[in-house]
């Protein structure tokens, strides 16, 4: 079944300590997205990637790196330096030549202890 | 800056009655609308989507009309259900931007009850 999955779901980290969180879909979507989830902040964009070895910050990118080497992965890496990474994260991705809607992973909990 | 805005952060209704959810956005170049249903833990998934052509779209018991001078879309949910508990989220994004940026306000917390 075609599908985006992000992984780990759940993910407890000590402060000071990088984590990465995989997402990966087999849609052939060209664009995936990553977005932050804080209780009632609606979703906010981290990063966002149209093409392969190509991304763009979002509204809160400070504090998170993301790449893109192949067109089915975007993983995402809270390092250190975000202030406040205990959140929801959620992976999507489109196909922007059809201007479809956003797909989405199931989401990765992140808390920070 | 938030660009698109759900001023209510819940709603509670009675089964059997209809459900409005109010979307605001100030951005003028968004011409496409959706909105989304997530469940605590999971993602959101797509409802039902509408066109700046169009001012009104229909699916099943869900309902979306866009007014475009008052920057504003809503969604009926006509009956509502105890399934439909959830939070809803409005989206929005402009198709002339290549980058397929899109835009959500902060959800509406939707509690049907029996």
Redesign the interface.
Known sequence: DGGITQSPKYLFRKEGQNVTLSCEQNLNHDAMYWYRQDPGQGLRLIYYSQIVNDFQKGDIAEGYSVSREKKESFPLTVTSAQKNPTAFYLCASTLLSRGGELFFGEGSRLTVL | DQQVK?NS?SLSVQEGRISILNCDYTNSMFD?F?W?KKYP??????LI?ISSIKDKNEDGRFTVFLNKSAKHLSLHIVPSQPGDSAVY?C?ARA?TD??????????TQVVVTP
């Open positions: 759900q952060p496409y959706l989304y833990a999971e993602g959101p998934t797509f989507s989220f989206a198709t290549s980058w397929g940026k899109f835009q959500f306000g902060a959800g």
